[in-house]
């Protein structure tokens, strides 16, 4: 059997070190806990796309414009990427059990709050409050569910855990458009409301406590960090709208979030005190898994918020098709993120099943980059469920090799991290997909209008077409919607062409991380 790997010097050893092999926190029925935990976490993760599909109708009910109704999604993302760093220090300050009850608690009543919203600033203010309240469960409900769990059965309650992260932003768009389309709006928000309070019930009376911690609060770093958060979601989310570096307010967020990050570095490597430790910096299976966590951001999350509008803009699926078409995604990922639990309890290496996993969903881009217009729904089926079971082989092996090597006073701030970085990942991700999807959109329109001539052979005689007057106006239009078809499928396929070779290049990278040896009977043994 394995031996417990020694925590890092200074961190955790106020903690009594525990038997072999037995959890660090004892539940009074931990199989409930779990499912309250997991409720809560997906809920949280939920909330993160379902309401995307009901902005049109939140539009014109709240009175908003077209520009404006986007602040419903990005008060959420900011308010959550600003809180979700002082998720270990709060949780040490009045205890991760309070924090998390009152973190669910706090989510159920801003959900509330947006579905009986009246009006935009309500809105906007009550998301920023959901934002606020989720951002500490993701963390708390990762590092809860590690410590009343047994090591050697680590990876497999990081496979349950995980299977809420990835598989909740499939759901969100599927429900949401449901949700819309069989009642209203508000429900996208009143759902959270049965399955909040049930949770909220449960983790109040089986969710352990864990010690609590005299730890300063780094103000100066947290401010910082605050700032470069806030402005480089700012300037992701407004981007688009003001063109970019042509606009003098994105040029301002740029400058901040650039400034802002500088400095924090400069903070966290020389302050006495910062608000991470430096040692979670230093763990070279840590730092890997934050890169990896980018790169998962970028892929699945950018992959996610490009198809349905493709499925329903150029092939003219409805909301329920595309959820349909898009679940055998969560099902791939369902068994691999078991095949790959049972993987690492077995102490199979962990780094060729993460190289293993992004070959697979580069795999599945490389299939999408060589779709068309003709392309059907087995094709569609078939990349979905290879890019879900390649995300699922990736995400529980680097979860689990990430926590190896930390101690538990250092999982919360490691698990926050973790989320953070994908988060970040995310929304980069899309923000750069979709840029990249609308410029090569009219750079491809360019190309192949130039080539729709009477020439070419196309139906339409130009020379006399002013003749027709109506109805050569509207021969032209027709021309001109299909050459956007045929564009936007070209700028959708470039986008699958580069996340193809970013997964690629990620591959690699695995194996620098260090690798576990024999089997996993207690915490994780790691090799060189």
């Not at 190309?447 to 109805?471: E, N, P, Y």
Request: net charge neutral.
């Amino acid at each position: 059997m394995a031996s417990r790997a020694e925590p890092a010097a200074g961190i955790g050893q106020d903690r009594p070190s525990a038997p072999l092999d037995a959890p660090e926190v004892e539940t009074g029925n931990y199989p409930l806990m779990i499912v309250g935990v997991m409720a809560a976490s997906l809920l949280q993760i939920l909330d993160t796309t379902i309401a995307n599909v009901a902005l049109p109708h939140m539009q014109s009910s709240l009175g908003a414009t077209v520009d404006t109704i986007t602040w419903v999604l990005t008060s959420y993302i900011i308010a959550s990427a600003v809180a979700l760093p002082i998720t270990g220090w709060l949780a040490d300050r009045i205890g991760a059990r309070r924090l998390f009850i009152g973190s669910v608690a706090g989510f159920i009543l801003a959900s509330m709050l947006c579905g009986l919203a009246q009006n935009l600033e309500e809105m906007v203010a009550f998301r920023a409050l959901q934002g606020m309240a989720g951002a500490f469960i993701a963390p708390l409900s990762q590092s809860f569910m590690l410590d009343a769990t047994r090591p050697s059965r680590h990876p497999q309650i990081m496979a349950i855990w995980g299977m809420g992260i990835m598989i909740g932003p499939i759901l969100g768009p599927i429900l949401g458009g449901w949700l819309t389309e069989t009642a209203n709006w508000r429900w996208v928000f009143f759902v959270n409301l049965p399955v909040g309070i049930a949770s909220l019930a449960i983790l109040i009376a089986y969710l352990p406590k864990r010690p609590q911690r005299e730890r300063r609060f780094d103000i100066t770093g947290f401010l910082l960090l605050a700032v470069a958060l806030a402005s480089f979601q700012l300037l992701l989310d407004r981007g688009a709208q003001e063109d970019w570096l042509a606009s003098a307010e994105i040029w301002t967020y740029l400058v901040l979030t650039l400034s802002a990050t500088w400095m924090v570095v400069i903070h966290f490597a020389k302050a006495p005190g910062p608000m991470f430790e430096r040692k979670l910096f230093a763990d070279r299976n840590f730092a890997i898994a934050l890169s990896f966590m980018v790169v998962i951001g970028i892929v699945m999350f950018a992959v996610m918020a490009l198809l349905p509008p493709m499925l329903q803009n150029l092939f003219g699926y409805g909301v329920i098709d595309t959820g349909i078409v898009l679940m055998p995604r969560g099902v791939g990922i369902l068994v691999s993120m078991q095949l790959s639990g049972l993987m690492m309890r077995r102490g199979i290496d962990a780094r060729p099943v993460v190289a293993s996993g992004f070959l697979i969903c580069a795999f599945s881009l490389w299939q999408m980059a060589h779709w068309s217009l003709e392309v059907d729904e087995a094709h569609v089926i078939i990349s979905g469920l290879l890019q879900g079971l390649g995300m699922g082989l990736v995400f529980i092996p680097l979860q689990v090799s990430a926590f190896a090597t930390l101690s538990p006073a250092m999982r919360t701030d490691g698990s926050s991290l973790l989320n953070l970085f994908r988060s970040l990942g995310a929304s980069a991700g899309i923000a750069w997909m979709t840029v990249l999807l609308a410029r090569n959109i009219q750079t491809s329109h360019e190309d192949l209008g130039q080539h729709v001539t009477a020439a070419t052979g196309s139906v339409v005689d130009f020379s006399t077409i002013d003749r027709f007057q109506a109805m050569g106006d509207t021969a032209i239009t027709l021309i001109d919607a299909e050459v956007n078809r045929q564009a936007a499928m070209i700028a959708y396929v470039d986008d699958f062409w580069l996340m193809m070779w970013i997964t690629l290049a990620a591959a690699p990278l695995a194996f620098l991380m260090r690798g576990n040896k024999g089997r996993a009977a207690g915490p994780i043994a790691l090799s060189e």
